[in-house]
């Protein structure tokens, strides 16, 4: 893994994402190196030519530059992070998610935080201080052979479970976010997230980038447009029987 420390002339950034209005990403580039990750277009902003999940910039004066901003910036909804993982491993080491946290934390702006990582938990500190935050987690699959493929540096699906489950005890809100669809077993994972109150489910949209691998395992089937529309519709009817508000968005 290449890490370079990078200085940034923003933190955050206004976005078109609908429900947001700033997105924050203390980090370009990440290790998870999810194979069909639609973020590595930022390769094109960074000067990078290694693939991929192998190189990290952390923008290591990102709190300072956000707390400039926050003077100025308008109260809204801030998504953490769009174009990588805030709780990938190099967060560990350099808690760039967590001290950014601290700055929102202090002018209460509203925090949508998504992540694939239990690291999160680390924060439930700062979480529970927040008026208004959400947490997602990301669960593609309830295969962890699949994940292996498509997600191959990325926590176990056990632990984002887990996560979620540690997060609700703690009376902090949370989401599942089930997209992109891998090739799953909706009755698994609808039961795999017994007591989950908020499920985002999306498809595959990135194709052309994943078809080599779906097809290097013979998992040609689970890439149209048929099985996305059937698993969807699969998925939402039984969440809703349980009770559980679901989101399509395709």
Same mark, same amino acid.
């Given at each position: ?117 239990? /690291?999160? $938990?680390?924060?439930?500190? *700062?979480? =529970?201080?927040? &008026?208004? +935050?959400?947490?997602? @987690? ?43 669809? /891998?090739? $799953?077993?909706?009755?698994? *994972?609808? =039961?795999?997230? &017994?007591? +989950?109150?908020?499920? @985002? ?50």
């Amino acid at each position: 893994m290449k890490v370079r420390e990078v200085f940034a002339k923003t933190a955050l950034t206004r976005t078109a994402i609908s429900g947001f209005d700033y997105c924050l990403n203390p980090y370009v580039g990440c290790g998870h190196g999810c194979r069909y990750c639609y973020a590595n277009f930022m390769r094109r902003f960074t000067g990078h030519r290694e693939p991929w999940g192998t190189f990290v910039d952390v923008k290591v004066n990102a709190p300072s530059v956000l707390e400039r901003q926050l003077l100025r910036a308008k109260p809204g909804v801030v998504a953490i992070s769009t174009v990588t993982d805030p709780y990938q491993p190099l967060e560990r080491r350099y808690g760039m998610t967590r001290k950014c946290l601290e700055i929102l934390l202090r002018y209460q702006f509203p925090v949508n935080i998504l992540t694939r990582s239990s /690291l999160c $938990l680390r924060d439930i500190d *700062l979480f =529970k201080r927040f &008026e208004q +935050i959400e947490v997602g @987690l990301s669960i593609t699959t309830h295969d962890e052979r699949v994940k292996k493929v498509f997600e191959p540096y990325s926590p176990p699906i056990s632990s984002r479970i887990k996560a979620l489950e540690t997060l609700r005890q703690e009376n902090v809100k949370t989401y599942a976010f089930i997209g992109p669809i /891998l090739p $799953l077993d909706p009755e698994h *994972l609808v =039961k795999m997230l &017994e007591g +989950i109150g908020e499920v @985002l489910i999306d498809r595959m949209n990135y194709q052309n980038r994943v078809k080599g691998l779906y097809h290097q395992y013979g998992l040609d089937t689970f890439l149209t447009d048929g099985y996305f529309n059937s698993i969807g519709i699969d998925l939402k009817e039984r969440f809703e029987r349980k009770g559980v508000s679901v989101s399509m968005i395709f």
